[in-house]
């Protein structure tokens, strides 16, 4: 230590002190953060309802959810995926025509999953669907829970919870109307996660180093 002259040392120390953890706690944040997975529907089709094909019987609803993981350095540990489909987009107007569980899985860094599947729904409800006010419009409501795994420092993050909707209106064959994938989106404007947990220890450990090194 040259300079060991007092107040004037000790403030320099303190600034740089404060800018490096200022400098620190944006990396880390950086490093911890996770944008949610993106999820839509690609494909939506319900025989029964093609006017075509006239087969009012058929009670089978064929539709593909597409799930991608933006993450440049995370993958995603998805909990047993629930979808819920509605023959209304209207929370208190709607019934349950069917349901479909996609069982856990865990998806790598930028890795995109589709799954194109089947389920039987109640013909009653998707042929009553859009008989009073216009084209049939239904919801599909997606509910799971994700952890993020850091790919460089295997950290898991803890679950969040992911719920997520959207309305597909239906064609005349029983199609989805939009040519391209609907965004299942959550009601809330949130975007991305951080564990405070995570972010408070690194941060905690960072310092501690910072104060031993100097
Ligand atoms: C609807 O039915 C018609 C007649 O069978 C068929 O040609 C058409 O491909 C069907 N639509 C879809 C989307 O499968
Ligand atoms: C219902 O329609 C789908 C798609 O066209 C077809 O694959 C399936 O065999 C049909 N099911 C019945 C019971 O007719
Ligand atoms: C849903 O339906 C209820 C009951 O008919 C109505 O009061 C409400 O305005 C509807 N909401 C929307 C968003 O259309
Ligand atoms: C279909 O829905 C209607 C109306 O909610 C209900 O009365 C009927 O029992 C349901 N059918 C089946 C097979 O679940
Ligand atoms: C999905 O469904 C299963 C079985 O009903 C349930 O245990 C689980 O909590 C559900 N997950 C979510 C996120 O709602």
Not at 5 to 25: F, T
Not at 116 to 137: A, F, Q, W
Request: contains cysteine.
């Amino acid at each position: 230590m040259a300079e060991s002259s007092g107040c004037g040392c000790c403030c320099k120390c303190c600034l740089r002190l404060i800018i490096s953890i200022g400098v620190l706690s944006l990396i880390v944040w950086l490093t911890l953060r996770a944008d949610t997975p993106k999820c839509s529907i690609q494909y939506f089709y319900l025989p029964a309802l093609n006017k075509t094909l006239n087969t009012p019987k058929n009670n089978t609803l064929l539709f593909e959810l597409r799930l991608q993981n933006t993450n440049k350095d995370k993958g995603v540990y998805y909990d047993a995926l629930n979808l819920t489909f509605y023959d209304n987009p209207n929370r208190s107007l709607s019934h349950i025509i069917g349901t479909y569980t996609i069982p856990a899985f865990y998806q790598g860094h930028q890795k995109k999953a589709k799954r194109r599947e089947s389920v039987k729904v109640n013909n009653t409800l998707v042929l009553g669907s859009g008989l009073t006010n216009g084209p049939p419009v239904f919801r599909v409501d997606l509910a799971t829970a994700v952890r993020f795994k850091n790919i460089f420092w295997k950290w898991k993050s803890k679950r969040h919870k992911l719920v997520v909707a959207a309305n597909v209106e239906v064609n005349e064959q029983g199609v989805k109307v939009n040519k391209k994938g609907i965004k299942l989106k959550s009601g809330a404007p949130e975007n991305g996660y951080c564990d405070r947990a995570q972010v408070g220890v690194l941060l905690g450990l960072m310092v501690l180093v910072l104060l031993n090194f100097r």
